[in-house]
């Protein structure tokens, strides 16, 4: 293995550290930074996102009010929920864990939270500010992979970044905030109807696997030296207590001996996207202004 290996345990946990620090005093002006986390339902992954989202609000100092709905509750009754949390100024963030039972429209919950509250940068107000450049939330996962890059002064500027995936939540964001003027990347979008995904891999200075499919990324795909970004959360059924194990979108142990730098699946994108939560809702809290219940 010649990679450097980028530990986004130890990224976070600094990044956890300077939300933990503008919390106290927030706390001192008389404001607990708040997440109204909302679950639908109980499925297994979602559930442990969600504790692990708490856990990270109280190490913060943070109030995290922990929502759980049964997998019955109607649309009405959860767009009623958001807008009584709306309406509440000791909230400052609301989170709706996706993804939602099938019966409830995912796109008409995400409008329905005010977006100086969506600290997932998920509402469509958010992202055209995003794609604007104006200020405002960055969504957590993508500004994680760019705090990342960062951390290893990786350079962007002129770098070739591929993007392996057009999710909401990642691809898409990503393949933007890359061709902002400050880090100016020239930036390749690829997806499932991309013909000959090796061809593009291979060009990438900065490879960001976002695809969703467990080993996707072979080493024969990289370029050599390059940085390549596992965002892949897959859960691979085995034979374990548990019942599965974790994978990411690229086959680790062929690609590290390509790539210059490599993150892991767990212990890499995954720690920081937390951490980028618990910065949001710092901000959140801080752009409201004025104590709890004000
Ligand atoms: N499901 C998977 N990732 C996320 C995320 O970042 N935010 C929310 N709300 N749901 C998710």
Known sequence: ????????????????????????????????????????????????????????????????????????????QLLSLIASINADKSVHGILVQLPLPAHIREEAVITAIEPGKDVDCFHPVNVGKLLLGRPGFLPCTPHGVLDLLKGQNIPTKGAHAVVVGRSNIVGKPLAVLLARRELNATVTLCHTGTKDLPFHTRQADILIAAAGTPGLIKKDMIKKGAAVIDVGVNRVADTSARGYHLAGDVDFDGAAEAAGWITPVPGGVGPMTIAMLMRNVAQAAEERGGANGD
């Open 1 to 76: 293995m010649s990679a450097i290996v980028i530990d986004g345990k130890a990224a976070a946990a600094a990044l956890r550290e300077e939300a933990r620090q503008r919390t106290e005093r927030l706390k001192e002006r008389g404001v607990t930074p708040c997440l109204a986390v909302i679950l639908v339902g109980e499925d297994p992954a979602s559930l442990s996102y969600v504790t692990a989202k708490q856990k990270a609000l109280a190490a913060a100092g943070m109030e995290g009010r922990d929502i759980r709905l049964s997998e019955t509750t109607t649309e009405a």
